[in-house]
């Protein structure tokens, strides 16, 4: 609660890490405990980076962000009360990249670990690209953590049934700065298993009460009521594992893609 980022306002994320404490923590405990070189892609504001820091002694994190511009890397400064109650200052030097279109710089098999969480519902147009540029610089049986919403959280479900829109507004921080596109369970799982990945662990699950169940009509209740298989498809976010399993598939999931020429697609 206390970061301060490049001499930001010491405080100024503590609402952000109030409301999704319980999902940073989540993340945690998707990242094996035995993992040394991690690479964590989106890491700003730092949050998961800190708790990694802390609860998975010996690991060895490269970060990346994106905040336009060329390729290049870059340091940021934080502070922060510890979590022994002192105060902490240090550095953190992050890729900046578009990974949607930037080969990312590591080599082949470069990491054991990638956390990308929070990032894929930010792509705007090749999602793919960058699930090819992980599964490379994974090793063989490689672990990937991947966080992102639920498109059918309850909540949306809800808004739909009520004829309210479930979009993301237009963001001053450009379309980068709002959810492009985010993904079912089901479709996640489709798009995971096409780049060459094994599930190792996934459920849904909420972690803070965007909508309050008293807000939730009978009528709506009683409707969901009759699909008993959603009732684990419903949380907000979507926690998943995964281990590199076999070759990324070269041409695009048809499901996902389209306006493509036929030999990129696959149907």
Avoid at 41 to 57: H, S
Avoid at 158 to 181: C, M, T, W
Avoid at 228 to 255: A, H, M
Wanted: a negative charge; glycine letters at 6%; hydrophobic letters at 35%.
């Amino acid at each position: 609660m206390s970061i301060s980022i490049d001499g930001s306002r010491k405080g100024e994320l503590s609402a952000y890490a109030t409301a999704d404490l319980e999902r940073f923590l989540r993340t945690l405990d998707l990242v094996p405990k035995g993992a040394r070189k991690a690479l964590e892609i989106g890491a700003n504001p730092y949050f998961n980076t800190l708790l990694m820091r802390q609860f998975r002694p010996g690991i060895d994190l490269t970060l990346t962000n994106y905040f336009n511009g060329d390729v290049s890397v870059q340091r940021q400064e934080i502070n922060f009360s510890g979590f022994n109650g002192a105060e902490e200052t240090f550095n953190v030097d992050f890729h900046n990249m578009n990974i949607e279109c930037h080969p990312f710089p590591f080599e082949d098999a470069s990491f054991d670990t990638v956390v990308f969480c929070e990032v894929l519902e930010h792509m705007t147009n090749d999602p793919m690209a960058a699930l090819r540029e992980i599964h490379r610089v994974l090793v063989p049986g490689g672990t990937l953590v991947l966080t992102t919403p639920n498109a059918a959280r309850l909540e949306n479900v809800v808004a739909f049934l009520e004829g309210r829109n479930i979009y993301d507004p237009y963001s001053a921080y450009g379309p980068y700065g709002r959810h492009n596109r985010e993904y079912t369970r089901h479709e996640l799982h489709l798009l995971l298993q096409h780049a060459g990945f094994k599930e190792e662990g996934s459920y849904t699950a909420n972690v803070h009460p965007d909508i309050p169940s008293a807000h939730i009509s009978q009528e709506d209740l009683a409707i969901l009521g009759k699909v008993k298989n959603r009732q684990y498809d419903l949380g907000q976010y979507l926690f998943t594992r995964w281990r590199k399993d076999r070759e990324c598939e070269e041409r695009l999931p048809g499901w996902l893609y389209r306006s493509y020429p036929e030999d990129r697609i696959a149907m």
